[in-house]
């Protein structure tokens, strides 16, 4: 089966806190793309990063970072120093390989992040 | 200009009317897709298009049906809507071929049904 899984469902921080959203995957496939994607209260889905199932480095962009872990099944998301616009809800997602299907993007649950000035 | 654009951008109606949401984009994308998202659920796929003669059922399609007018147009109608379609839905579209291509949302469509 593919899940994605996003226990934390809201987070609250004070501006300028570090915070980190946890996402676990399920799939049998061995080859497959992660995704975040950020909605913020306007309600658009904007994209934020892909990563494939054979890239595990780390990746960093601005205040935004991103740690995969292929052995626990996790790709993780930390914002440094977080800012109010940051506020949003942020959704992880799995393609898996499925060939022949529908390449859906499988979604999580989301997690709301609110940052208070 | 926004690439994915969704009309209407709000609508409500009542249980038993019959409407269409809109997408187009000018991305040329094969691909497009439509999703609805429900409060605590995440988004779950009702219908996809791999191209104009290519339409095939997602995980949630009843109650729904979909027309792929052109490559970039992919329109979604509730053909007796009811209450439990009140959702947020949202088209995406993406590349063909590859594994890795993003999915690109459009700005989504409230929906509310009375």
């Known amino acids: 089966a593919q899940k994605v899984t996003q226990a934390q469902t809201e987070i609250s921080v004070v501006e300028k806190e570090d915070v980190t959203l946890d996402c676990v995957y399920e799939t049998r496939d061995t080859t497959y793309y992660l995704f975040w994607y950020k909605q913020p209260p306007s309600g658009e889905l904007v994209f934020l990063i892909r990563?494939?199932?054979?890239?595990?480095q780390n990746e960093i962009s601005g205040r935004y970072s991103w740690n995969f872990q292929k052995s626990t099944s996790s790709f993780n998301f930390t914002i440094t120093a977080s800012q109010v616009v940051d506020s949003a809800v942020y959704f992880c997602?799995?393609?898996?390989?499925?060939?022949?299907?529908?390449?859906?993007?499988?979604f999580g649950k989301g997690t709301k992040l609110t940052v208070n000035p | 200009d926004a690439d994915v654009t969704q009309t209407p951008r709000n609508r409500i109606t009542k249980t038993g009317k019959r409407i269409m949401l809109e997408c187009s984009q000018t991305?040329?994308?094969?691909?497009m897709y439509w999703y609805r998202q429900d409060p605590g659920l995440g988004l779950r796929l009702i219908y996809y298009s791999f191209d104009v003669k290519d339409i095939n059922k997602g995980e949630i399609s009843d109650g729904y049906s979909v027309s792929r007018q052109a490559q970039a147009k992919f329109s979604l109608s509730l053909e007796s809507a009811i209450p439990n379609q009140t959702a947020l839905y949202f088209c995406a579209t993406a590349r063909a071929g590859q594994l890795k291509e993003t999915q690109y949302f459009g700005p989504g469509t409230r929906l509310l049904v009375l």
């Open positions: 991305k040329g994308h094969d691909r």
């Open positions: 990563r494939n199932s054979f890239d595990e």
């Open positions: 997602a799995l393609r898996p390989s499925l060939r022949g299907g529908s390449e859906k993007l499988v």
